[in-house]
């Protein structure tokens, strides 16, 4: 159960479309469809990478925890790397922002999952964590822009 609801819960804020500030090595911004691209492309490479470690919270030893959480490091790096379409420019900074700040509120997120049985109380640290709702905050206000990101990781 644990293992669903932290994947769910991952890849569903992740689905919501964040984003994180960067210059992509400088050069002009990228098109709408061009960053839309990047960034799904940029989520099936760290999903994948995700994807291949231990994913049951329960079973997840410390080291896997922390391979995680850099995993979710990287991700909000390599997005920092991008250089956004101006329209989104602030957006994707604060993407990058939340990612970072999930990716370091993790371990907390994880102890509190593998010490309850509660599905509730889990699903509550998972979504109440503030990373996780600055995601889900930031999907909607890409969305507003007009925005279709692809970033669950598994395209």
Do not use: W
């Not at 819960?9 to 050069?27: Q, V």
């Not at 839309?36 to 919270?57: R, V």
């Not at 379409?85 to 990612?99: F, G, I, N, R, S």
């Not at 999907?139 to 598994?154: A, I, P, Q, V």
């Amino acid at each position: 159960m644990r293992r669903a609801l932290i994947l769910l819960g991952l890849f569903a804020m992740l689905a919501a479309g964040c984003g994180g500030g960067g210059d992509d090595g400088g050069g002009k911004p990228l098109s709408k469809e061009e960053y839309q691209a990047k960034l799904a492309s940029t989520a099936k490479e760290i999903g994948d990478s995700i994807g291949s470690k231990q994913n049951d919270i329960d079973k997840m030893t410390d080291a896997q925890l922390e391979e995680f959480t850099s995993a979710l490091h990287t991700f909000a790096k390599k997005l920092d790397a991008i250089n956004p379409p101006d329209e989104v420019k602030t957006l994707h900074a604060d993407l990058v922002k939340a990612l970072d700040d999930l990716a370091d509120e993790f371990p907390g997120i994880a102890k509190q999952l593998k010490e309850t049985k509660d599905p509730s109380a889990a699903i509550t640290a998972l979504f109440g964590a503030k990373g996780i709702q600055e995601l889900v905050k930031l999907g909607n206000e890409f969305k507003k822009k007009g925005y279709d990101l692809d970033l669950n990781g598994t395209s």
